[in-house]
């Protein structure tokens, strides 16, 4: 039996735990030998005290180890991507049929929403039927069938981190590097991917604004990835505004379906084309990144994308005939303007303040177990930079209430500011990372 306390003291004070602690500690509290309080005093102390790479990559073995390892012959290769998170971030959701329409298997363990962003699954799970809580087989099936499969973390896939993970979001220690980068790394290891490609965000939407943080982020996983000699590189990406035209989960799957045909939001787009590239070539799918961009594209505009996310949602129970019809008019209705009060220059300030703000609609959680209503959300009309004058629609608020709350609205108020001259939004994507 691991002496709990003893770990929890060492590191309390800021000590270096050794391998043979951390997997200890990790594979009892898996077990169910260790209660919630003792984990939850663990997560505290690494939030608190930080880990170093050895470290990190100690727990991300020892997560990994708590559960099965995949390992699909399909006949094909297998990549993934991740996001670390954000306001209106559906890129997982077009970008991984587009990927699968060429050539590339793409197993997609999603999450939930954590904080104030908006899961894949959530995301998924607003078409009518659409069952994310796929068993190994079924995920192996949909690879065969579909080339893309979407679900939760399995009960025999990363257990440890499927514990952690929980406590973690009702417990408010989400922003930390090492329970980040393990997290994310045990569970597309599990995977048996042959490639993988992340997405950092940083900026005022992001779970580390700082960049250096985000940086500091992807240089954990990218390390990860190297100790497990899987191919990976890692993308910083701007979340100083949200991505896309809307946020929430019903509204994030009408936007993906634009996308899927050859349509959308730019900044959406532009995402899906150079994550898709690099998953193709690092893959081996493609020569170059380049070769892979035009590939993705014509997956888009050919409506061959769209075809591979159609097979999915039927093949995983969901209504595909609701996706010709998006947006169902139940919900369309009651949208509530938010007007600019003067004239200048818009600027997001506070993109996080949107999350809370769906979450405060019921589109999202506060605890772990709450239901998700997935139509509430916001329409955006004003883009970084962009001159606006007094009166113009900013935003909407789409609610199914009789009325919007006004701490809602208040709240809204306080995510952004209209500047008295003109500025350069901050580019969508920086200069990638590789392992």
């Known amino acids: 039996m691991i002496d709990a306390r003893a770990v929890l003291a060492k590191k309390r004070v800021g000590g270096k735990l050794e391998r043979a602690e951390i997997e200890g500690f990790v ?11 003792f984990a939850s005093a663990f997560l505290m102390a690494v939030f608190v005290r930080g880990m170093d790479a050895r470290e990190t990559a100690d727990l991300t073995r020892a997560m990994l180890e708590s559960g099965e390892r995949w390992c699909f012959a399909l006949g094909r290769p297998t990549a993934d991507k991740h996001s670390t998170g954000g306001v209106g971030d559906k890129v997982s959701i077009p970008l991984a049929p587009a990927v699968a329409a060429c050539g590339v298997a793409v197993p997609m363990v999603s999450g939930r929403g954590l904080g104030h962003t908006g899961g894949t699954l959530d995301k998924l799970e607003s078409i009518a039927g659409f069952r994310t809580g796929l068993s190994r087989a079924e995920f192996e099936r ?19 981190d499927r514990k952690l993970y929980a406590l973690r979001d009702v417990t408010g220690l989400i922003e930390s590097v090492p329970l980040i980068a393990s997290s994310i790394m045990s569970k597309k290891l599990a995977e048996g991917i042959d490639a993988l490609v992340l997405d950092v965000k940083y900026g005022s939407g992001a779970f580390l604004p700082e960049r250096e943080r985000g940086a500091e982020l992807a240089r954990a996983m990218l390390s990860i990835a190297g100790s497990f000699g899987l ?3 890692a993308f910083p990406t701007c979340m100083g505004r949200p991505l896309g035209d809307t946020a929430g989960h019903a509204l994030e799957i009408g936007e993906s379906l634009e996308c899927l045909r050859g349509r959308g939001p730019a900044d959406l787009r532009e995402l899906v084309l150079v994550f898709g590239a690099s998953m193709l070539a690092l893959s081996g799918a493609a020569a170059s990144e380049a070769e892979g ?11 061959s994308a769209l075809a591979v996310f159609e097979r999915v949602v039927a093949a995983q129970g969901g ?30 300030t ?33 883009r970084d930079g962009q001159r606006v004058e007094r009166g113009e629609r900013l935003l909407e608020v789409q609610a199914t209430g ?5 701490a809602v609205l208040d709240r809204l108020r306080g995510s952004f500011a ?4 003109p500025f350069e939004p901050e580019p969508l994507v920086g200069t990638p990372l590789r392992a």
Request: charged share 30%; hydrophobic share 45%; aromatic share 10%.
């Open 142 to 160: 949909g690879l065969v069938d579909c080339g893309v499969a979407f679900g939760a973390q399995t009960e025999e896939l990363v257990p440890a």
């Open 319 to 348: 209504d595909a005939r609701a996706l010709e019809r998006w947006p169902d008019p139940r919900w369309q209705a009651a949208r509530v303007p938010l007007l600019a009060p003067r004239a200048g220059w818009f600027r997001w």
């Open 293 to 303: 961009r035009a590939r993705i594209a014509r997956a888009l505009d050919d409506g």
């Open 418 to 421: 209209l500047e008295d001259g």
């Open 231 to 233: 191919r990976a590189v």
């Open 27 to 37: 594979r009892a509290y898996a077990r169910g030998e260790l209660a919630d309080y």
């Open 402 to 406: 009789a009325r919007v709350p006004d």
């Open 350 to 382: 506070d993109v996080r303040a949107l999350g809370w703000a769906i979450v405060d609609l019921g589109g999202g959680r506060r605890a772990l177990g709450d239901a998700i209503n997935p139509f509430p959300g916001l329409v955006f009309h004003a």
